[in-house]
């Protein structure tokens, strides 16, 4: 009597190539095989290598996020059959833990060269970049971001059943306008790939056809969630995920130690391989009567809490770096607000890749303040003044400390901010700093000119 | 010895027209006259008018709403002289406390008609309509949305410093120009506006230069703050302002019993007459110190707190409701977050109009989630579920509640909704709905084809 | 249509002598008459005295707290009659508010002589002394405890319903079975007091009757709640209360701008005059149907919340001052940990008394922890570090400020700690130092020898 | 280059008897020998045995919780170097997690028979009794307390370094005058006990000499903290131990799951085997900079947090239950409370035991009050709604459910309350309840009579 270890299901290793693990897959497709069963009820846990497969490395260098391969990602754990599951219900998934593995105590937050992935302020800082974390228990430190600890929400990037082969027609039709319609000078939106495709156990037409079909996994989507990136939905969450095939087919990964709102560096929550612990639940017919087109969930009680006054707010408004004003621009405004949190932080030693870089993962709080005002939106991005073991509340000039650096790609070196009396004189260090002309702009850019 | 009752500075008069009492004005301009003189340090109560200067009733028509006069908002206490205060300075403003008029406690939330104002979901709920709020303490309750109780997140939805001549320069020129570009069927900025203007206690001439030259007061803008609508700026919180004139020339108004973040109907908020209490402090020198483009703010400790569990969160993404796929636009996506609560809520037997007006103003947590997963941007809005008097939870289909109806325009009823087994079935009364060819369009929008 | 301001019943005035106001009395009895009526469902706002009734000044010297005369107190509003309400019945008393005066923004906090009143830590401090706060919105302050600055939980520290006759007996036999096995050498129960009585609208014979059985209010008392100073009570707070009379009776006073659990000093919250805001619904049969003896309570949603990382607590266990261990005496453990906190505090240049009254007043957390562990058990004190405006965090020797003084009886002067680099020695100025042979006794307890 | 898995010290094995293992003990002696060595600024892993070593089953009789061996107790891991330390430092102990071991994820709550152990309601309830309770992730449910679910404040019951000869001396002597003066009918402390002394890696003198002076583990003590369970010490919490002897000689067990406020019926909290991991640094001549007799505490950001008001709270006085007037006790008040809570969950079915078990282990508040108002002392108690899959708040009669049965010891079985119309009728099943004339006891102490 009594109950013994939860089961583990989808077990991974990270001493074997992602491409060659049969119970990861790394798009979304109705025909990737099932990778095991649970049952309606139980609860089991699921091991999930990092989103990259492994590509990253516990090192000084940011020269494999500089060459990081793209087609590759991202490797989810699944699919699963969850016995019952059918087309129109949901499938309840509870979050009962999130850990890392026990001796793989780290993770990564990277910045992605502009050219290979991007972020979300890639016009600024366009180099790769990259910070290493430790975890200990709940709390995580970086030798690349020094005098910051905090306590992780942890969570999966990712979770979601697999579409349906009509859903799957409709995301490609979708997207596939999107990129037919581009007229900017990047990706917009990411077609099928056959290039280093992964289909799980699949044989060989059945990994052909999920390299010409498959979904792939970057983007979350209405229809299932998937790459959400959600940070509260952590410990004790509850999601409710609607079921399209029979079986569900549920896969999970992109495990985050810790993100903030936007995971604004792309590759910008703490990385980790580990452990996921779930509970199944089927409710029939739940999407009907739950009227739901997207899925919903309720957040746990585990969040670290700091109380609402240990917050700085920044505010930032649809008018851009250059000047320039933009109509009702959410997006827009989110990239201001995280440019004032940047000069802000700037006057304590960080450069700005490391005020990039911890923004990524830390727990920011980023809100939607006022979108009907025309023609300014504004948003506004909470930084938790406890993270720091120094006082970064607002009370006069800023005393810099030494803030070391974080990794670059080769080539690169980043100056340092001259904090002090005049906050807002930035020197960009001797020799070589940014590549080629992006060092104007990055200049420009900062001074707000 | 001992302290007596808080000085009060900026009278105002529910009596008067607004535009005949000197203490408010409603354009920002740096010549309009001081209403009074604050002492650095000092903590002294200001009166404000509703945003509308009283152009809406308490009563059960929107009529009011829908010939609201928009040249007239909005009316702001001010501006004060904070002694000592010099450009380059910030201006710390705590406050102290919000509350209604004792004898008026009541506000209003409208939905502007899409031809007169508009709002973030106007294209699909094109009419004018209202809800009256009535306040008891902390708490407040509506005739036209039964079932509601909460306490509000009060606050002032405008607060911030005269621009500078060439501040105020920036703000037309930058704004002029989005208007001169633009291509969409509907105003995408306001200009100086000589109609209407009130500028406190000019004489003729300073009148008509506010007027000619007079920032409008809808927006927020990056240098001053001014119409934030940030939620979560409520009893407690410290704001920092940049200071662009000698005196800081400080206004305050637009005063909100409660909002959601986004006050999404535009008249979003549970719009009211009141009180602010503030206190002032300058810091010298601080725009440069803290290195401050836009202001920044900590919240204070007195914010309704309803747990985290306590809420279910809805996911939207840049995919509208015409199926279209969008390139990381938060706008889309936000805008899907709240179709998703309103079909959600809709089962319960409320109307789409008052669910519309409900997500404007109650404490709804609106955040950023994923906005670097090309093409999806996501985010999630957090419905409280105690703000309820019946179970809300996702726990299978629900039960509808005869829930009344807002206030409308003349000419429009809303049909409701038939909850229970169908949830998305939708049957929009007789006779008359919506107007006119609208109606389709509604129908269309709501069931997401 | 709409509402206006919310009905005012029980008006008092702070002008004239509380015992000529027909709406106030100072006992509990059966036969008090009514003051007003309220309907089943209505909310009224209701004014109170201070508890004393306006014996305390707001001045610096504490004389009036030495001697205060304690055969007047409680001053209660009320009783009021709830339409419909019976024995058996609940009363469900929501607070919707609390506020102080408009035109008294002001409250104390006192420490009883120990001779009149005395409080938890009387043994230890015997003299009497006084703080007096002053209001600006939600936050206070006080000359008297510089360095200090926090958000009330504002609420009545006492409500209730009146006792039936037979309830009333039953107190009466109870509390004199107590007092007559008294062997201490203090008072331990207060016995009926003709003295001072004031009855209301009672008239003569009335008036007589209530003196010679009325209860006495300072006790809290397990059949109606009463005088439980729970600070958590708070705006928005829903209380259970069981109607022992027909029509309820319900009186409520004593108004709390802010206590710390345990309101240590008697005098303890920050005492002051004021409005309550409260809605009444009558729970019919509710005692039975609930299975309730004594109250209960739901808080209310916006108490300052500080986050829980921003608390220093404080152990205490049940081993007194004098190296005597007591038997699981959770009383004698708090009163220790409560001794740790100003042992703490003290090192800061803050006097004992200025602790003892902060500690009574602030929004500590009194928490019982472990009370099985024979012998001892364990109680915390949480202190709330951000209510104080430097940093009080465990990391190294204090720097003693300039803490100036709480208010004193005549002849009592209070030396100052000398704080620095010996954080235990403590010299008690020169001349004359609290009364007589006490002087020496506080010498001792506070050095723990 | 990168982090590797944490170190481990002090492991322990599940399979061996605890008294064989030489990394623990089970009581406090300065002669017991370093059970390994930690660096100043170290995390390490420590195992720990549940505190009994072993002795309860996960099985469905209470017959090992009847028949526990009390002189075993507590096994505790230990002692540690933590080199550097020295007798009037600080041991700053961060706690970075605490989990139960992978492959035991299950503990027990017990209710010890009066006349072995009891607890702080036995008189009343006498029986042994237990409930076994499955952990998954955060969260844990119990077969012998069904529709209750919650996430645990993990944390360890016991941490401490050791007494030096003189303070372990002022213990022995101190507990053996209450020991000597003792009147009462029961236990009131523990001397040491040569019986089932386990002094770690000791030889047999060593072991002796613990055997004839340590001190028992099961109080708390202010000089070093020990057995506080204090339920928030959990993840994240930094605890400040004052430090005795050279090297500190660090001792940690008595690991929770979970615990409520008092964990009130002795084995009250989820008991577990588990690991923690711990930080420690140390603060030279900490204990005089700091001014501490007692350890402090900061808890971690990670509590479960629920929302105020998602709490009720129970008022309990120091009126016990058979109606006597005690004087400010809080001991008594606080048992009043416990005894408020049981009659009013007992109406949804729950037995008497199962609720007791509940409140020992369930996140409860316990609050002291006010304990200045003669006589009465008041407590409260706050009970989490949302620990319980069906509505537990205030409205009406309730229903009661099958809540099946706590385990209990041989010859025990529980009556059944009848809950519904009449709750606080109360009827003991058939034949065998309770033991012998106890029934009697537990019928009137319940009803109040």
Redesign the interface.
């Given at each position: 009597?009594?109950?013994?270890?939860?089961r583990t299901i989808g077990k991974v290793s990270l001493d074997v190539k992602a491409s060659d693990q049969p119970n990861v897959h790394n798009r979304w497709h109705p025909d990737i095989p099932f990778a095991g069963t649970i049952k309606d009820g139980e609860?089991v846990k699921i091991e999930c290598l990092d989103w990259t497969g492994g590509q990253i490395?516990?090192?000084?260098s940011a020269e494999d996020i500089r060459n990081v391969d793209l087609t590759k990602i991202h490797y989810l754990t699944g699919p699963f059959e969850v016995e019952g599951a059918q087309p129109g219900d949901l499938l309840l998934v509870e979050?009962?833990?999130v850990q890392p593995f026990?001796?793989q105590?780290?993770g990564f937050t990277g910045i992605f060269d502009r050219s290979n992935g991007g972020?979300?302020l890639d016009e600024i800082y366009p180099s790769a970049a990259k910070a290493?974390w430790?975890?200990?228990?709940?709390?995580c430190t970086s030798r690349h971001i020094p005098h910051v600890k905090f306590?992780g929400v942890i969570h999966p990037?990712i979770l979601g059943c697999a579409p349906s082969a009509e859903v799957l027609e409709?995301w490609n039709r979708?997207?596939g306008?999107?990129i037919a319609a581009?007229k900017?000078e990047r990706?917009?939106?990411?077609p099928p790939e056959p290039t280093n495709v992964h289909a799980g156990a699949a044989d060989a037409d059945g990994k052909e056809k999920v390299g010409k079909e498959g979904a792939r996994t970057?983007?979350?989507?209405?229809e299932h969630?998937g790459?959400?990136?959600?940070?509260?939905l952590s410990?004790?969450s509850k999601v409710?995920l609607p079921v399209h095939v029979p079986g569900a087919k549920f896969s999970v990964g992109d495990l985050h130690f810790s993100q903030g709102?936007?995971?604004?560096?792309?590759c910008?929550a703490i990385e980790m391989a580990g452990v996921i612990?779930i509970?199944f639940k089927v409710?029939k017919n739940?999407v009907?009567?739950?009227?739901?087109?997207?899925?919903?969930?309720?957040?746990?009680?585990?969040?670290?809490?700091?109380?609402?006054?240990?917050?700085?707010?920044?505010?930032?408004?649809s008018?851009d770096e250059h000047?320039?004003?933009?109509?009702?621009?959410?997006?827009v405004a989110?990239r201001?607000t995280t440019l004032?949190c940047i000069?802000?932080l700037?006057?304590y030693g960080y450069s700005d890749y490391q005020i990039y870089l911890l923004l990524s993962c830390a727990p920011i709080?980023?809100?939607?303040?006022?979108?009907?005002?025309?023609?300014?939106?504004?948003?506004?991005l909470g930084l938790p003044m406890?993270i720091f073991d120094f006082?970064i509340?607002?009370s006069?000039?800023?005393k810099a400390l030494d803030m070391g650096s974080c990794a670059f790609e080769t080539g690169v070196t980043e100056g340092k901010v001259t904090a002090g009396g005049?906050?807002?004189e930035h020197s960009f260090g001797g020799g070589v700093t940014y590549k080629g002309s992006v060092a104007d702009k990055v200049k420009e850019a900062v001074s707000?000119s």
């Open positions: 009597m009594g109950k013994t270890e939860i609860t490395g516990n090192n000084d979050i009962m833990d026990q001796d105590p780290w972020g979300f290493i430790d975890f200990e228990g709940i709390f306590a990037g409709t979708r997207e306008e999107l581009n900017l990706q917009v939106a990411l970057v983007p979350g989507r209405p969630g790459n959400c990136d959600i940070k509260n410990r004790g409710y709102d936007g995971e604004i560096s792309f910008g612990t509970n409710i739940g009907a009567d739950l009227g739901l087109k997207s899925p919903i969930y309720i957040p746990g009680p585990v969040e670290p809490q700091f109380g609402p006054g240990r917050y700085i707010y920044f505010e930032g408004f008018v000047g320039k004003q933009h109509y009702m621009d959410v997006t989110y201001q004032r000069e802000y700037r006057r709080q980023g809100h939607v303040a006022g979108i009907v005002d025309i023609p300014n939106a504004c948003t506004t406890d006082d509340s607002p006069g000039p800023a005049k906050n807002s707000g």
